[in-house]
């Protein structure tokens, strides 16, 4: 517990509870009358969930929490008239009428009732998102990737500190088996002196368009200008609320961090157990090779995997590698390690077990998997990586401060203005 | 002569007129506008016939490329409806301490949503000479604009705004809540700054005010935050304060505050708490750096309360020694609530005595205990229970014999795999096949000598049923090395289509490029298409997708090219190139434009090698690119080699 803000020292790592390492021993589920519930959940003890833009993958991840009986949905905020709907429609079937709905997530939030709320929106609003709800003294499960910005990552992190509340990102491979009998491995020294570890991404790209302007629908269909939030204005095209906003620079955060925040997360987590991050970042056509300071690489690349899944990482040291996906196949470099492995049946898109996790934070104040320091500290890398590739050339990062070494320009690329009247 | 200078200019202003030209043109021609340099960009600003699009992607380079000289511009436009945050945008980007000076101007003689936003600026630059502006804007009766300045104020976080912001909270104002969240901020960075006292103050000015129960729990975790090791008084309080939202602050910060008084403070405290506190309380003690003395969490594990009793097990299996064990193997072989984290802890703990004590039960167990036991042993791999486990596998007890069966997946050894492939293979659809086959999954991947394990499933595979086959391919494959291939490719050249069809499968999927040559052959030689054609695919997936040698994948385009008979598998040829960013490829490609039937996909792999080779070749990327455009290529690839033929004869010049 400290004030400072997310910046990078082994010594305040090393001071808290936000760190990974003991994750891996025993990733156990704390039975339901230790959490302080007993038997069937008592509705006193019922955590009253809320959604805030619910999409595809938000859906899939509302389904895991409505199959654990403590959570109870009470309701949905939705800039899209069709999108809340939807949701209402399949909460009340699970849970009866009384689902509310709200445009403006704004008058949801003051609701007392609501202890924790479900953020699946775009990417442009999870920071902001989640900061709204984290202020209004609720718990927080967010989708990835959690912010467009170097700023904004650390914004992040700072507020949930500042409120005491949990914060799970939805970067679900931190609870995912076959990720962490990998990064065991390299934890436990089986794999030698890493020398480097790969992060599959997505080869970066930005696009500062807009799409030609068309009428605005009305704002109780889609309130255009809620959708926009904190992201500058621009003319109304259908395209962008039917999901085609990826892409946008204004938007999205481009290609890295879009499964980076998986995959750099891991490698991350995996190579120096969050405490710290690289300091070199050049760019490559398709992705970013970062070193740490220990001389430790971190390939950040699209091609060239053993076909495991998507967002597949790689570890090799002196003695060893290993390389997993979301298969939950693991393939390594000797019968020794692979002698070491178990059945693993949870493939990396699930978020079963990650939802678990959230629960048992929530009731213990433990915090969850994958908290709002390990995350801005792994989307720092990312956008790190992203402003190196728009610039072209290498850039150096003193990780004590988060700022760029001697380039100005890649300083002045880490933080966006906001439009009023958000602000982080 | 013209000279680089004139050539840039003239360039722009083509661009220009163009971008004027049409609107809808003007939204998709953002690279060119964010390739202007500064001055450039501030004399779009200016531009009267400018669109909204223009001046936007105008001020977002100025963010980046800005100077002083820039300032005006931006200014001009903090009133605009549309474009304030584009030039807020600008204006935030650019060091110089003039911003500072017209933003505070500007938000003098600016109103509503543009005010606003100036104020955010402010705060976003922590303008420290602000405070007195600020001040007088909180008691502002437009709450967005009140509302902004105390994040503002916030942001500066120094003892002025400290005092300001704590004035405030002791008056009667509407948005206290936005006051106090600035307040949290402001305190946060007076404490960071080493001004405890100050921040203590300020928390403590929040906590007087009143304020939601949320924000005032922010005060007391800044409160913590900033006591740190002095900060046992304010914990204990928390953890005894009747409500559970307090409380909760306390779990959280019970596993922060650093030292040993506050670690033998809340060790005393456990005992008193209600049960369901206690087991919260323990499960964070057991989390803090000198952790809980074994022999009270043993004692806490025979509490009466059954909350107590089970967070002391889920602690003992988390960090327990050899003195817990009676404890979680009773209450792993019990199906109670706490049965799975003992299960667990007994399969990760890593000290003497488990293993022999796991087998003692083992020895006595019935049943589902038994089943559990085995579990454990299988997850340790504990070799003295291979022979327990042989023998359940023909238990008359159906829990028993399935456990035994998976447990053999880990603990049985290469002479012995045969009596998993035996039951995996059986004729009969029961739950003990099933179990088996999952065993010797398991066993085919652990046991170190994976040729040897290659052999014996390769030496089974005949006479065997199409499915139980295919069960072996299919493991081959997830073992991979060589003798597996053997096994596999001897499978693919077999007469019996089930076989070859499966056979041809697992070696399209081959893990690495050791099917390479393999896969080559049949392409090459096997007698039905359908089968060549699958094996060239595999063959262009390897050279595709997997980690290559540049010089290696080239080959390997050049054979698939050649073994390829139909477009589409040459199509597909296609895009190993594009993994292989160089000129030469690039031109490669290229020469592939006259074909009528691959110029798009040799068009597609063109623009994605020209797309990562133009910041060093753009000569070699403007001829290419003029070829594709010429030849028509169709679909996105077509407007992208536009757009970089635009940009390498850019770059050329």
């Known amino acids: 517990m400290s004030h400072q803000r997310v910046t990078y020292t082994r010594r305040r790592f090393l001071s808290t509870a936000a760190k990974g390492s003991a994750l891996l021993a025993v990733p156990m589920i704390v039975p339901a009358r230790a959490l302080g519930l007993d038997g069937a959940v008592a509705p006193s003890e019922r955590i009253a969930l809320a959604g805030l833009g619910i999409g595809g993958r938000g859906n899939y991840v509302l389904d895991c929490m409505m199959d654990e009986p403590i959570f109870q949905f009470i309701a949905i905020a939705d800039p899209q008239k069709s999108r809340r709907e939807a949701v209402q429609q399949k909460a009340e079937k699970k849970y009866g009428p009384g689902v509310a709905m709200y445009r403006d997530f704004r008058e949801m939030l003051p609701r007392q009732d609501i202890d924790a709320v479900l953020i699946a929106t775009g990417d442009r609003w999870h920071t902001m998102a989640s900061i709204c709800v984290a202020k209004a003294g609720k718990d927080i499960y967010c989708e990835k990737p959690c912010s467009m910005t170097i700023e904004e990552s650390q914004a992040l992190a700072d507020t949930m500190r500042r409120y005491g509340r949990i914060y799970q990102a939805g970067t679900q491979r931190r609870s995912v088996a076959n990720f962490l009998f990998a990064t065991e491995l390299c934890h436990s020294g089986k794999l030698g002196k890493l020398t480097t570890v790969h992060a599959n991404t997505l080869a970066p790209a930005t696009n500062h368009d807009w799409l030609p302007g068309e009428p605005e629908p009305t704002m109780d269909e889609c309130d255009w200008n809620l959708w926009l939030g904190p992201t500058p204005w621009r003319p109304y095209n259908q395209q962008y609320v039917q999901g085609r906003w990826r892409g946008f620079f204004d938007f999205h955060g481009g290609g890295i961090l879009e499964w980076g925040a998986h995959t750099v997360d891991q490698c991350n987590w995996a190579a120096v157990n969050d405490q710290t991050m690289p300091v070199l970042y050049e760019p490559t056509p398709t992705g970013c090779v970062a070193t740490y300071e220990n001389g430790l690489k971190l390939v950040m690349r699209e091609e060239g995997w053993m076909g495991l899944g998507t967002c597949s990482v790689r570890y090799e040291g002196e003695d060893g590698w290993v390389e997993t996906g979301d298969t939950g196949r693991l393939e390594m470099s000797s019968s020794q390690l692979r002698s070491e492995q178990r059945s693993y049946s949870e493939v990396g898109t699930s978020a079963v077990s990650h939802v678990k996790n959230f629960i048992e934070a929530i009731k213990t104040r433990k915090p969850a998997h994958s908290n709002a320091e390990v995350v801005a500290t792994s989307h720092i890398i990312c956008h790190a990586a992203y402003i190196a590739w728009q610039l072209g050339r290498p850039l150096k990062l003193d990780p004590a401060k988060v700022e760029f070494i001697n380039d100005a320009e890649a300083n002045r690329m880490r933080s966006r203005a906001l439009r009023d009247p958000w602000r982080i | ?653």
């Open chain 2, 1 to 653: 002569m013209l000279n680089k200078a004139t050539l840039c200019g003239a360039l722009i202003t083509c661009i220009l007129i163009a971008l004027a030209a049409s609107e809808a043109k003007a939204q998709s021609n953002s690279k060119e506008i964010m390739a202007l340099p500064p001055g450039q960009l501030v004399a779009l600003l200016q531009k009267a016939d400018a669109t909204e699009f223009e001046k936007a992607k105008a001020c977002q380079r100025l963010a980046v490329v800005g100077t002083r000289d820039a300032i005006p511009a931006l200014v001009a436009l903090l009133g605009d409806e549309h474009l304030n945050l584009y030039a807020r945008f600008g204006l935030e980007g650019i060091p110089d301490p003039a911003v500072d000076d017209a933003l505070r101007e500007a938000a003098t003689k600016l109103q509503g949503r543009q005010q606003v936003g100036v104020i955010d600026s402010i705060g976003q630059r922590r303008d420290a000479k602000a405070v007195d502006l600020l001040k007088g804007l909180l008691s502002n009766a437009d709450p967005a604009l009140a509302s902004a300045a105390a994040g503002a104020l916030g942001r500066i976080g120094n003892s002025e705004a400290a005092a300001v912001l704590k004035a405030a909270l002791a008056q009667p104002m509407p948005l206290r809540g936005d006051i106090a969240d600035g307040s949290l901020a402001c305190a946060e960075q007076l404490a960071s700054a080493g001004k405890k006292d100050e921040a203590m103050a300020l928390y403590a000015a929040v906590l007087q005010a009143d304020i939601a129960k949320h924000v005032k729990i922010a005060a007391l975790t800044g409160q913590l935050a900033t006591l740190q090791a002095e900060g046992k008084d304010v914990l204990l309080a928390q953890l005894q304060n009747a409500d559970r939202d307090f409380f909760r602050i306390g779990l959280s910060a019970a596993r922060k505050l650093p030292g040993t008084e506050i670690g033998n403070a809340l060790r005393e405290l456990l005992g008193k708490l209600p049960a369901e506190r206690q087991a919260l309380l323990l499960l964070a003690l057991a989390d803090r750096q000198e952790g809980l003395p074994q022999a009270q969490v043993l004692a806490l594990a025979k509490s009466d309360a059954p909350a107590v009793r089970e967070a002391a097990v889920v602690v003992l299996a988390r960090k327990g020694d050899a003195t817990a064990l009676p404890i979680l193997l009773d209450a792993a072989v019990n199906d109670g609530p706490v049965a799975v984290a003992a299960r667990d802890g007994l399969k990760n703990l890593k000290f003497d005595g488990i293993d022999a004590a796991v087998i003692s039960r083992l020895t006595e167990a019935k049943g589902s205990a038994k089943a559990v036991l085995f579990d454990i042993a299988g997850a340790r791999r504990i070799a003295a229970a291979y022979a327990l486990a042989r023998q359940s596998m023909t238990a008359a007890d159906e829990s028993e014999r399935l456990a035994a069966i998976v447990a053999m997946g880990q603990l049985v050894e290469l002479a012995d795999i045969d009596l998993l492939m035996g039951q995996a293979l059986a004729a009969a659809d029961t739950p003990q096949r099933k179990a088996a086959q999952e065993a010797l999954s398991v066993a085919a991947r652990r046991i170190a000598d994976r040729d040897a394990v290659a052999v014996k499933l390769s030496g089974a595979i005949s006479g065997l049923t199409v499915e139980n086959q295919t069960l072996l391919l299919e493991l081959l494959g997830r073992i991979a090395g060589p003798k597996a291939l053997e096994g596999v490719v001897a499978a693919a050249r077999s007469e019996d289509d089930g076989v070859k069809n499966a056979a041809t499968k697992v070696l399209g999927d081959w893990p690495n490029a050791e099917a390479a040559d393999s896969l080559l052959d049949l392409a090459k030689t096997d007698k039905e298409a359908k089968y060549r054609i699958r094996a060239l695919r595999g063959y262009i997936r390897i050279a595709r997708q997997l980690q290559l040698p540049d010089d290696k994948r080239l080959a390997m385009f050049r054979t698939a090219m050649e073994v390829a008979k139909r477009p589409d598998d040459q199509q597909i040829s296609l895009e190993i190139l594009s993994r292989i960013p160089s000129v030469e490829t690039m031109q490669l490609a290229v020469s592939y434009l006259g074909d009528a039937n691959l110029k798009s996909a040799a068009g597609d792999s063109a623009v994605k090698i020209a797309a990562k080779v133009i910041t060093t070749n753009p000569k070699e990327v403007s001829d290419a690119m003029d070829k594709v455009v010429k030849a028509d290529v169709g679909g996105k690839s077509a407007d992208v080699a536009k757009q970089l033929l635009d940009q390498a004869k850019a770059n050329s010049n």
